[in-house]
């Protein structure tokens, strides 16, 4: 009877000892499995070398359907609306970035004609730095706003691009009933030269950007030295003369009659 305890209790021993080595086993197989799906993941996050870029700078056209270029420039060549820079070491000086216009800076359709006029003359107010009772031209901020943020686009005149001369163009024909000619350089012949002393809103700055001897850029005077104008960089907005950039780069003041 001793005996048979004895087997009995061996028996339940040898069992246990089975059971325990079988789920043993099974956990190791299950470790090893996830051991081996971490390693697969590993290998494949590993990281791609970096690629080096070319010297040229290439932007894509999407909606020319000529490979024809004008080139005007010792480092610019041009396609209708687009810019391309030949060579990174080429690039000329960036125009300053002070405040860049954004679509969120659009006046609200909810209000009232009291309640734009007033929206308009705080936020141009904010732009060039001056207390909000002396925004008084309320049509002229319209017209800016009409345009605000529009992208640059050499020879554009549309909301979807423009370029300087025609931005000015708008703005002077709209606002001061002169009329303009196309081009920044044709816009330097037709106006009176004035002196600095003499400057006052809606009068023309003229500008030689890229160094060569022409007008290559305008823009209209508003006030406390911030002009307003079609910017490459920056689409429509208002920059300042203090700026070394545009002191650099000031050619001629000017102003042309009311017809």
Not at 35 to 48: D, H, P
Not at 152 to 176: E, H
Request: with cysteine.
């Amino acid at each position: 009877m001793q005996k048979g305890k004895f087997t009995i209790l061996g028996f339940l021993v040898l069992m246990t000892t089975l059971t325990s080595c079988t789920s043993m086993s099974k956990f190791t197989q299950s470790v090893k499995a996830k051991t081996a799906q971490i390693k697969a993941k590993t290998t494949q996050l590993v990281a791609k070398p970096k690629r080096v870029l070319p010297a040229v700078v290439a932007v894509p056209e999407t909606n020319n359907e000529t490979n024809e270029t004008i080139e005007f420039l010792d480092n610019i060549s041009v396609k209708p609306g687009r810019i391309y820079l030949k060579k990174v070491s080429d690039a000329l000086e960036a125009e300053p970035v002070l405040t860049k216009p954004e679509l969120a800076d659009r006046m609200p359709d909810n209000l009232t004609d009291v309640e734009k006029s007033n929206w308009l003359q705080l936020k141009y107010s904010i732009q060039m730095d001056i207390a909000v009772e002396e925004m008084n031209n309320i049509p002229l901020l319209q017209k800016i706003d009409e345009w605000w943020g529009t992208p640059y686009q050499y020879g554009g005149s549309s909301k979807r691009g423009v370029d300087c001369s025609y931005f000015t163009l708008d703005v002077m024909n709209a606002i001061y009933n002169t009329n303009l000619k196309r081009t920044a350089a044709e816009q330097y012949d037709q106006s009176e030269k004035i002196d600095w002393s003499d400057l006052k809103e809606g009068d023309l700055i003229f500008f030689k950007t890229d160094g060569s001897r022409s007008i290559t850029h305008v823009g209209i005077y508003m006030t406390n030295n911030k002009f307003v104008h079609a910017s490459t960089s920056q689409g429509v907005t208002i920059s300042d003369l203090s700026q070394p950039y545009w002191q650099k780069r000031l050619y001629s003041l000017g102003r042309v009659p009311k017809q």
